[in-house]
């Protein structure tokens, strides 16, 4: 008889290390990369970093954006003064549709900050603004286009402001970037700026006030000159016009403009508004309905503790403390 065998049997070989490893959760895969090569690691970085594909994801496209990739950057001063930076200098700042809803909706985001009481609008590098956007307004087909998109008429936006807005203007100031700076309330100019409106030479007219805005400014003659020739204005002649408040040394008409948004936000904010509001009416009504308006304001800060404030302080010879109500 032949007898059994007595060698021991071979029993199923364990499984490696790396296999157990491959073989548990997908959660723990990024371990199993350890072993890997060094260029995958490296493709797989991100992966690595995020953790298990269970992890919650992040708030869209603008989780990764930067200050510098905004279209206007917002600073808050101490003072009261918020200051909004056109930046696309490569670009000369022009105007982009989606530049001027950024624009629009900072602004009623200043306005609506108790905290913030004057604004300062500037442009980044050699131009306040060169102008809007052509390569994006040529991309319109046709008059049916532009006619049911209502193009620029978010614009109009920034003349809604309810507190005092200053555009500082460097460089140049042309097409949608001097109706721009109208739009605002006061125009602070470096003596290197240049205003226009060159519409004429792309065969087409002002669309954001060019027309209108600056006939209030310079006068018909003046405003037909410009519109109609396309010619550039000086900032010492825009100052002699009426279109500029002041004109300052080259390269500090941000810097003075903010001195003048300060000295406006040290008062009763209430009346400020109410003051804009009253010269705003007078380019649009009557002389008699004009002033009418302007009475029944006047009244209207009698209901104002500022008002007594700004009195009780002028009677005790100091300075008021103005609480902005």
């Known amino acids: 008889l032949k007898l059994p065998s007595l060698s021991r ?19 723990r895969w990024p371990v199993a990369m350890l072993a890997a090569p060094r260029q995958l690691l490296r493709a797989c970085g991100a992966q690595l970093r995020a953790g298990p594909a269970s992890a919650p994801a992040l708030r869209g496209p603008r989780a990764f954006a930067t200050q510098g990739e905004d279209l206007v950057l917002f600073e808050r001063r101490p003072s009261a003064v918020a200051v909004l930076t056109l930046n696309r200098p490569k670009a000369l700042n022009a105007l982009s549709d989606a ?17 913030l009481r004057a604004a300062v609008v500037t442009g980044t590098g ?50 949608g970037g001097c109706e721009l700076a109208m739009s605002c309330d006061i125009i602070v100019a470096s003596e290197d700026a240049k205003f226009g409106q060159p519409e004429i030479k792309l065969g087409t007219i002002p669309g954001v006030g060019g027309t209108q805005r600056l006939i209030r400014a310079v006068g018909k003659s003046k405003a037909m000159e410009l519109i109609l020739t396309g010619d550039m204005l000086s900032a010492a002649d825009a100052e002699r016009c009426g279109l500029v408040a002041r004109v300052v040394p080259q390269g500090s008409a941000a810097d003075e403009a903010v001195k003048m948004a300060e000295k406006i936000a040290a008062f009763s904010t209430p009346v400020v508004q109410l003051a804009k509001e009253c010269v705003n009416v007078a380019e649009e009504s009557t002389l008699a309905e004009g002033l009418r308006f302007e009475r029944h304001l006047f009244h209207a800060t009698w209901g104002l ?17 103005f609480k902005h109500r």
């Open 9 to 27: 049997r071979r029993r199923p070989r364990r499984p490696s290390r790396p296999s157990l490893r491959a073989a548990a959760s997908p959660l």
């Open 99 to 115: 530049l001027m809803r950024e624009l629009v909706d900072k602004l009623r985001e200043f306005d609506e900050d108790d905290t």
């Open 126 to 175: 050699k131009a306040f603004a060169a102008g809007a956007d052509i390569k994006e307004m040529n991309s319109r087909a046709g008059y049916p286009e532009v006619r049911q998109c209502n193009m620029l008429a978010h614009w109009s936006g920034v003349s809604s402001i309810r507190k005092p807005v200053i555009a500082a203007v460097n460089g140049f100031a042309l097409g």
């Open 305 to 321: 503790e500022d008002r007594r404030e700004g009195f009780t302080a002028f009677a005790e010879k100091r300075t008021a403390d």
